[in-house]
């Protein structure tokens, strides 16, 4: 299973970025599709996930309203962030796991990508 995620970058505040995650290798019916950051000297925290069963899609509060997380059948993963704050700096990951719906804890999620860097400027 490999995970590539792009789209990482430089951004002034109240700019926007899409990341996306490149999935190959993964067979598995029901899976859920993460993203994860950790931002430096902070523990990684969940962003957003979506099962594929359920079709249900989480965000944790701080994204809630700005980040939009889409996925295709092909289980490639984007995350659409806009109005980005300087807290949203960070690595972001992409996780996917196997299984039935999705949570935003690391346990859950079997294979990750290398991150990719989200800086925004004020």
């Known amino acids: 299973v490999q995970l590539v995620e792009s789209g990482g970058g430089l951004v002034q505040v109240g700019g926007s970025l899409r990341l996306s995650c490149a999935a190959s290798g993964f067979a598995a019916d029901d899976y859920a599709i993460a993203w994860f950051r950790q931002a430096p000297g902070k523990e990684r925290e969940g962003v957003s996930c979506f099962g594929n069963t359920d079709g249900n899609t989480y965000y944790t509060d701080s994204v809630k309203g700005r980040f939009t997380f889409f996925s295709d059948n092909a289980k490639n993963a984007y995350l659409q962030m806009n109005n980005l704050k300087p807290e949203d700096t960070a690595v972001y990951f992409c996780?996917?796991?196997?299984?039935?719906?999705?949570?935003?804890?690391?346990?859950?999620?079997?294979?990750w990508g290398q991150g990719t860097q989200v800086t925004v400027s004020s």
């Open positions: 996780a996917v796991g196997q299984g039935y719906g999705c949570y935003l804890a690391e346990t859950r999620y079997d294979y």
